[in-house]
């Protein structure tokens, strides 16, 4: 039993390392595209400023919700904020002081949702969860500057289980599980309907989306699929034979319907945070076979460097580490001859070929980059003259001032990374772990389970809170568009959030009405009736933007109306209904 729990529930290193190369570029990207509405969604003078967003009469936020985005309401400090969080990601995918680059990346993820969960998503809350846990997963085992710089003698083995292996992937099969026991609806189970809805909300459906949809034979057959895909992909990872095998094809298969997703639904970027998790769980099988195409053709060799110079040491480390390099040894030049000559003559790096001869200088360099499997690429452009002669003269600057770069090197100091878990931290795994499982089971109508208040604060405040019902019980039937005619200083009259002529007829691409995924979540939000007292934040957010504006050009908003025009997707061959609902009228000379 425990081999076989072990095998189910344990990672390869190398898969957790690409998981958290990937999770770096996923916080650098989106932070990124988050920083565009940055005024809009983040500072005191956009749709949600601070003092609403924490008034307990908005029951926008729990009570122990906190972010290091309520410190401030200014522009320049969420820029500071953001702008450190893509630092993070960027040293998260090198790996430099990994576990303490995912517990601050952790921290100002949850600190960004909190501070507007009206722009939230499912993606959000998956990546916040993830990078919980992984604060208790070793991801700077391999291929990162942890590994490159550490002291210890790390086991030859790739393969670890703990807590925290159990943990995230239990938590990956909840997202599916969860979501299909919230998906029994006769759209679902019975007249197999639900992803012809789901392609007709044009709010979200994508321009292939709107050609899949014209066959709804084949999309009720994608109906059926995709929900047994939820329930029986997560069962098969657990089996005790072939698990390997049948882990690759059920990858696959995910990976497959995420991709697809993405490719007929603006819904975000959750199917790209679920393809991450999804590369969590490469087995150790496909990595045996990448190091087997990895390692052919690929001729011995020996990297040496001046043992004297910590800048040298560093660099070999950095080498051998990111050109996946690991078959090729190191060593002193004082600990050969005639190498040491070569050394003392030319003050470079030696490389000895095996039967071959020696390398030095920049043609080492390139050398090293032929022989990575990953980055060969990068030594045909290296031999280019230009850069050629280029390289010559940088080896040539850095062979003689490397004691001057030893000084920054120094600071990279030689670490004890531990990969296994140690008492505490594994308990407070497990302790994630049932709270997981227990917020899960509680979201069920069915089990009619309770969630005491203290577990609910908990959750807020840690990001574990959690409800998997994208498309459940069904997707909407109800969606549209946005018509907003204002009136400007001039008398004239246009639609305030394209700044165009008013236009009531329906678009051609509903989708791209909204001027991303962000706004669309808002304003999809803002509609709702709950949401009815923030409608005069975003009224006071359209007027001040058009005042900015009218220092330019001397024309101004006088007063603007929202309207819904809603759209009633009925059921295949039936024309949908049509309706009109007015969200706000705001008059921004008084307001």
């Known amino acids: 039993m425990a081999d076989y729990i072990k095998t189910v529930f344990g990672l390869d290193l190398r898969s957790l390392a690409l998981f958290r190369i990937m999770l770096g570029v996923l ?17 005191d003078q956009g749709v949600l400023p601070r003092n609403v967003l924490i008034d307990p009469a908005s029951n926008l936020l729990s009570d122990f919700a906190a972010s290091l985005y309520f410190i401030s309401g200014s522009a320049f400090f969420m820029f500071g904020l953001m702008l450190l969080l893509i630092v993070i990601g960027a040293l998260l995918i090198v790996g430099f002081k990994t576990r303490l680059m995912t517990v601050s990346a952790w921290l100002l993820v949850i600190s960004l949702h909190a501070r507007n969960p009206m722009v939230i998503t499912g993606g959000d809350s998956l990546l916040s969860l993830l990078l919980l846990w992984s604060i208790f997963l070793p991801l700077g085992a391999r291929y990162s500057i942890d590994k490159a710089l550490n002291k210890e003698t790390y086991s030859t083995t790739n393969h670890i289980f703990s807590v925290a292996t159990l943990g995230i992937i239990v938590q990956i099969i909840c997202v599916y599980i969860f979501n299909w026991f919230n998906k029994l609806d006769p759209v679902w189970i019975l007249d197999h309907t639900a992803l012809y809805y789901a392609l007709n909300a044009d709010l979200f459906v994508t321009h292939l989306g709107k050609v ?34 049948v882990r690759i094809i059920v990858i696959t298969f995910f990976i497959t319907f995420h991709v697809g997703i993405a490719l007929t639904l603006n819904i975000g970027y959750f199917p790209y945070v679920s ?7 490469i087995p150790s099988g ?18 040496y460097y001046d043992g004297g110079c910590d800048f040298c040491i560093k660099t070999v480390l950095m080498f051998k580490t990111f ?26 790096w030696v490389i000895r070929r095996h039967n071959k001869g020696l390398i030095t200088k920049w043609d080492a360099v390139i050398y090293a980059f032929e022989q990575s499997y990953y980055l060969s690429w990068i030594a045909i452009i290296l031999r280019v003259p230009p850069l050629s002669k280029l390289g010559d003269k940088l080896y040539g600057h850095i062979s003689e001032h490397r004691s001057s770069y030893s000084k920054f090197t120094s600071k990279l100091r030689f ?41 609910s604060h908990i959750g807020s405040a840690t990001r ?39 236009e009531w007829d329906k678009p051609k691409h509903v989708a791209e009405s909204y001027d991303n995924n962000r706004w669309r979540k808002y304003l999809v939000n803002l509609k709702k009736d709950k949401q009815f007292e923030r409608r005069i934040f975003y009224g006071k957010y359209i007027c001040r933007e058009w005042y900015d504006g009218a220092i330019v050009d001397g024309v101004s908003l006088k007063r603007f109306a929202l309207y819904f025009i809603k759209e009633t997707t009925r059921p295949p061959g039936e024309p949908p209904v049509m309706g009109q609902e007015l969200l706000w009228s705001h008059e921004c000379l008084s307001n």
């Open 27 to 43: 916080i650098m990207v989106d932070t990124s595209m988050r920083i565009g509405d940055l005024k809009a969604h983040y500072t």
């Open 212 to 245: 899949l949809r014209n066959f709804v034979g084949f999309t009720q057959f994608l109906t059926m699929t995709v929900h047994m895909l939820q329930l029986i992909g997560p069962v098969l990872l657990l089996l005790p034979f072939w698990n390997q095998t």
């Open 275 to 281: 393809i991450v998790s999804w590369i969590l769980l």
């Open 286 to 303: 496909v990595w045996l076979w990448v190091d087997k195409r990895r390692l052919k053709r690929r001729e011995p060799f020996i990297m």
């Open 323 to 348: 050109l996946f390099l690991d078959f090729a040894p190191i060593k002193e030049v004082q600990s050969d001859k005639e190498i040491k000559a070569v050394f003392e003559a030319d003050n470079t």
């Open 415 to 455: 670490n004890d990374y531990k990969v296994r878990l140690g008492i505490f931290p594994s308990g407070v795994a497990a302790v994630v772990l049932v709270l997981v499982v227990y917020w899960n089971l509680s979201n069920v109508r069915q089990l009619d389970i309770s969630r005491p208040n203290f577990i």
């Open 464 to 502: 574990i809170s959690q409800k998997w019902s994208m498309f459940a019980p069904h997707p909407i039937r109800t969606d549209g568009w946005l018509v907003a005619p204002g009136n400007l200083t001039d008398g004239s009259v246009v639609d305030v959030r394209s700044r165009g002529p008013v």
